[in-house]
């Protein structure tokens, strides 16, 4: 029983360290901040593959993330605790992501202006409105591991990793932007929240972020843990990535002389 548990739990472990990859390397680091370059061979598969491995289409990802950036706890940003309220940002986010889906289906300049540089559309899934249908296959696997295999616990940890964002989404999204601590003076109300950034792979440290947004890694100081980072440059060792830009200790020295300045590029 015992290697039982271990078991479910390196599979909830695998799938979510699979899930936070596509959404915190790939989503965020890559293709929106364009702070790394993926192999061209990678790049396309995750364009066809995102939506299957997250529930989440990667052009709609990005383009509200970039928004968040040029509209950071107003009224126009699309999860801000500050518009939606700490738990309210759950709902808050949900509703801003199917507005972002339509309006890029629709052609609208307010969305497809922000991401014209992606050379790919809205996935097929959401084109053919089958965007529930990774949720359900991925559910297909836990009642298949339980109804078959009587192994129902397993089949739940492969489902809850997989299909992991939307909680991730909401810790990064409410708590980075109303609890924590500030390394840097910026417009808006960015946090570097620990526990978050411990559990979203570095997500956590917003202020850090905001304060340098083509960064690839997100941490500054010592005893900041960025483990998106260090999945950053194990693939770059492997070369299906290169590194275009890091925020170094000189430039966070400048920041942090400098009490008045404030985020230098919107994404």
Same mark, same amino acid.
């Given at each position: 029983?015992?290697?039982?548990?271990?078991?479910?739990?390196?599979?909830?472990?695998?799938?979510?360290?699979?899930?936070?990859?596509?959404?915190?390397?790939?989503?965020?680091?890559?293709?929106?901040?364009?702070?790394?370059?993926?192999?061209?061979?990678?790049?396309?598969?995750?364009?066809?593959?995102?939506?299957?491995?997250?529930?989440?289409?990667?052009?709609?990802?990005?383009?509200?993330?970039?928004?968040?950036?040029?509209?950071?706890?107003?009224?126009?940003?699309?999860?801000?605790?500050?518009?939606?309220?700490?738990?309210?940002?759950?709902?808050?986010?949900?509703?801003?992501?199917?507005?972002?889906?339509?309006?890029?289906?629709?052609?609208?300049?307010?969305?497809?202006?922000?991401?014209?540089? =992606? /050379? #790919?559309?809205?996935?097929?899934?959401?084109?053919?409105?089958?965007?529930?249908?990774?949720?359900? @296959? &991925?559910? %297909?696997?836990?009642?298949?591991?339980?109804?078959?295999?009587?192994?129902?616990?397993?089949?739940?940890?492969?489902?809850?990793?997989?299909?992991?964002?939307?909680?991730?989404?909401?810790?990064?999204?409410?708590?980075?932007?109303?609890?924590?601590?500030?390394?840097?003076?910026?417009?808006?109300?960015?946090?570097?929240?620990?526990?978050?950034?411990?559990?979203?792979?570095?997500?956590?440290?917003?202020?850090?972020?905001?304060?340098?947004?083509?960064?690839?890694?997100?941490?500054?100081?010592?005893?900041? =843990? /960025? #483990?998106?980072?260090?999945?950053?440059?194990?693939?770059?060792?492997?070369?299906?990535?290169?590194? @275009? &830009?890091? %925020?170094?200790?000189?430039?966070?020295?400048?920041?942090?002389?400098?009490?008045?300045?404030?985020?230098?590029?919107?994404?």
């Amino acid at each position: 029983m015992t290697n039982y548990y271990w078991l479910c739990t390196a599979v909830f472990l695998g799938t979510y360290c699979l899930n936070m990859t596509y959404i915190s390397v790939f989503y965020h680091r890559g293709f929106t901040h364009e702070s790394i370059r993926i192999h061209p061979k990678l790049r396309k598969f995750i364009v066809i593959s995102g939506s299957w491995i997250t529930g989440i289409d990667l052009k709609a990802w990005a383009c509200m993330h970039r928004m968040h950036h040029m509209y950071s706890d107003t009224m126009n940003d699309p999860h801000s605790p500050k518009r939606w309220g700490l738990l309210g940002t759950m709902l808050g986010q949900l509703r801003s992501y199917e507005l972002t889906i339509r309006g890029l289906m629709r052609k609208k300049p307010e969305y497809t202006n922000i991401v014209r540089d =992606l /050379d #790919f559309d809205v996935s097929l899934l959401n084109r053919k409105r089958l965007w529930a249908l990774p949720y359900a @296959l &991925h559910a %297909a696997v836990w009642l298949t591991c339980g109804m078959v295999f009587n192994s129902w616990l397993l089949g739940y940890a492969y489902f809850a990793g997989m299909m992991s964002h939307p909680i991730q989404g909401w810790l990064v999204n409410a708590f980075g932007h109303a609890h924590g601590y500030r390394n840097f003076k910026t417009s808006d109300d960015s946090r570097n929240n620990t526990l978050v950034a411990l559990t979203c792979f570095g997500e956590g440290f917003q202020n850090n972020h905001h304060r340098f947004p083509k960064s690839a890694k997100f941490s500054m100081r010592w005893f900041e =843990l /960025d #483990f998106g980072w260090f999945i950053t440059q194990v693939l770059a060792s492997l070369s299906v990535v290169e590194i @275009l &830009h890091v %925020a170094s200790g000189k430039d966070a020295m400048a920041a942090s002389e400098d009490p008045e300045i404030a985020v230098v590029a919107t994404y």
